[in-house]
């Protein structure tokens, strides 16, 4: 398992970042932060992306 964070600063001086999980170095799901929404890169990463909403995981973490 893999996770990545990433911040960028945009210019009109917002902030983009994102938080991104993978597996066997194929891309499984992020989460958006300035959306709140999890983005899942097949149809297995959909079931956690369900899931993981529903729980309000991420949501509660970067709020």
């Given at each position: 398992?893999?996770?990545?964070?990433?911040?960028?600063?945009?210019?009109d001086r917002s902030?983009?970042?994102?938080?991104?999980?993978?597996?066997?170095?194929?891309?499984?799901?992020?989460?958006?932060?300035?959306?709140?929404?999890?983005?899942?890169?097949?149809?297995?990463?959909?079931?956690?992306?369900?899931?993981?909403?529903?729980?309000?995981?991420?949501?509660e973490h970067w709020t």
């Amino acid at each position: 398992i893999q996770r990545l964070y990433s911040c960028e600063l945009l210019s009109d001086r917002s902030l983009r970042g994102s938080d991104r999980f993978g597996y066997d170095r194929w891309d499984f799901i992020s989460f958006e932060v300035g959306s709140g929404r999890f983005v899942a890169a097949d149809s297995a990463a959909e079931i956690t992306r369900r899931l993981w909403e529903q729980e309000g995981i991420m949501a509660e973490h970067w709020t």
